[in-house]
């Protein structure tokens, strides 16, 4: 039985921040965690007490530890309660990180080519957000061939990819990479009826 209560500093659009919440949930441990929204404007400055990066998600634990990465975060709390997401052997661990670090890349270019769009449109640059485009459709089209790596088991990799749909989703609808990748699309509406993709899916 676990006793502790967390902290934990997110957004509800963060991608990041989703990865942790899918887990949380999935691990029964979302009512041991406080989730303090942060305006990224205006953060509240103890989140730069705990994390000097000042970056969310960030978690901290009951004894003031602090875990500053999304993929930690779900580490640490997959430590926490049985059954384990992450497979309990060093081969398919490194598989699943490395499922992990191709979908986090696919967010990490979406958040940066959403960023390019806040800026003042005569700031903007074309190329660049063209560059992220076809980076970000190039890799769904990879990784809808490597489906089957990914698997239909909830696992960080499913979690991280999952995140990373919901957000190119939310920012960009107007890519349709449901109508060009149906199987891609169908892979993650098989996991859109659970529980904790269903309370964390993304709103504008
Ligand atoms: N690699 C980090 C990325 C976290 C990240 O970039 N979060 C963004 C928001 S989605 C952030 O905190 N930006 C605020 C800032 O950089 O000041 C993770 O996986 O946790």
């Known amino acids: 039985m676990y006793y502790i ?23 029964g441990l979302l009512n041991k965690i406080t989730c303090i ?15 000097p ?31 384990k997401l992450m497979p309990l052997d060093n081969d398919s661990q490194l598989k699943i990180r490395n499922l992990c670090g191709l979908s986090d890349g696919i967010t990490n270019l979406a958040v940066d080519h959403f960023k390019e769009t806040l800026r003042p449109e005569q700031k903007q640059s074309n190329g660049l ?37 919901g957000y190119v989703s939310l920012r960009f609808p107007e890519w349709k990479w449901r109508e060009t990748l149906p199987e891609l699309s169908n892979w993650d509406l098989e996991f859109s009826t659970r529980e904790s993709v269903k309370q964390t899916s993304p709103v504008d």
């Open 37 to 51: 929204q942060v305006d990224l404007r205006n953060k509240p400055p103890e989140l730069q007490q705990f994390n």
């Open 129 to 165: 957000k063209k560059k992220f485009q076809t980076t970000i459709e190039a890799s769904l089209i990879h990784i809808n061939k490597m489906l089957p790596e990914f698997g239909t088991e909830l696992s960080p990799a499913t979690i991280a990819l999952i995140s990373a749909l």
């Open 5 to 27: 209560i967390m902290k934990l500093y997110m957004m509800r659009r963060s991608p990041y921040a989703r990865k942790v919440l899918i887990t949380a949930i999935e691990k």
């Open 53 to 83: 990066l000042g970056k969310i998600p960030t978690l901290v634990t009951e004894t003031g530890g602090c875990y500053y990465e999304s993929s930690i975060i779900c580490d640490y709390l997959d430590s926490l309660t049985e059954p």
